[in-house]
T-cell receptor
Framework: DAGVIQSPRHEVTEMGQEVTLRCKPISGHNSLFWYRQTMMRGLELLIYFNNNVPIDDSGMPEDRFSAKMPNASFSTLKIQPSEPRDSAVYFC???????????????????FGPGTRLTVL | EDKVVQSPLSLVVHEGDTVTLNCSYEVTNFRSLLWYKQEKKAPTFLFMLTSSGIEKKSGRLSSILDKKELFSILNITATQTGDSAIYLCAVSNTGTASKLTFGTGTRLQVTL
């Protein structure tokens, strides 16, 4: 399995531009999570989906942030317009549904993608 | 709101030392506590703990949970430079999906 795939790996953009981050979760995982990591605030959960449905978006900072999951194998996180304070590493993670019936090491272990390092100038 | 506090924030030790990392938490309807190691890239899973008093071990790393006092420790014996990383603690509560609340992490540096 290729693991969680994120693109791009690095993004440098100017303030005011739209940024779209992409994620492909591990096949068969039913939960998908978007995190933001900064030195000051650590790893913060932005939003998570279960079976493609947004469950909790209370971590989304403001209306400039939006996330979609049109199908089980793809999700996007969009920032429009971007601001310098959005600069961070954005991680996507996926997890199997707890009662999926499959034998996992941990029923709610999350598998992280390599992250997208976003710099907004 | 679930909360996780890790200590110390950072730590520098010499190779061969033993270290103990702490994680305390407040969570409604606790389900599990997880430890992750983050080097340069994404966090990687170390342990999941659900029951008090049962030690989980993997090589030189071990962890234990105290659900009465609401904390966990991660021990690393005979540290090596490859153990240098940020160690993240996270908790989950019961619910429909595997939402995790993370602490800010402990940055461990192991020197020669």
């Amino acid at each position: 399995d290729a693991g969680v795939i994120q693109s791009p790996r690095h993004e440098v953009t100017e303030m005011g531009q739209e940024v779209t981050l992409r994620c492909k979760p591990i096949s068969g995982h039913n939960s998908l999570f978007w995190y933001r990591q900064t030195m000051m605030r650590g790893l913060e959960l932005l939003i998570y989906f279960n079976n493609n449905v947004p469950i909790d978006d209370s971590g989304m900072p403001e209306d400039r942030f939006s996330a979609k999951m049109p199908n089980a194998s793809f999700s996007t996180l969009k920032i429009q317009p971007s601001e310098p304070r959005d600069s961070a590493v954005y991680f996507c993670a996926s997890s199997p549904t707890p009662f999926s019936g499959r034998a996992f090491r941990s029923h709610n272990e999350q598998f992280f993608g390599p992250g997208t390092r976003l710099t907004v100038l | 709101e679930d909360k996780v506090v890790q200590s110390p924030l950072s730590l520098v030790v010499h190779e061969g030392d033993t270290v103990t990392l702490n994680c305390s938490y407040e969570v409604t309807n606790f389900r599990s506590l997880l430890w992750y190691k983050q080097e340069k890239k994404a966090p990687t899973f170390l342990f999941m703990l659900t029951s008090s008093g049962i030690e989980k071990k993997s090589g030189r790393l071990s962890s234990i949970l105290d659900k009465k006092e609401l904390f966990s420790i991660l021990n690393i014996t005979a540290t090596q430079t490859g153990d240098s990383a940020i160690y993240l603690c996270a908790v989950s509560n019961t619910g429909t999906a595997s939402k995790l609340t993370f602490g800010t992490g402990t940055r461990l540096q192991v020197t020669l």
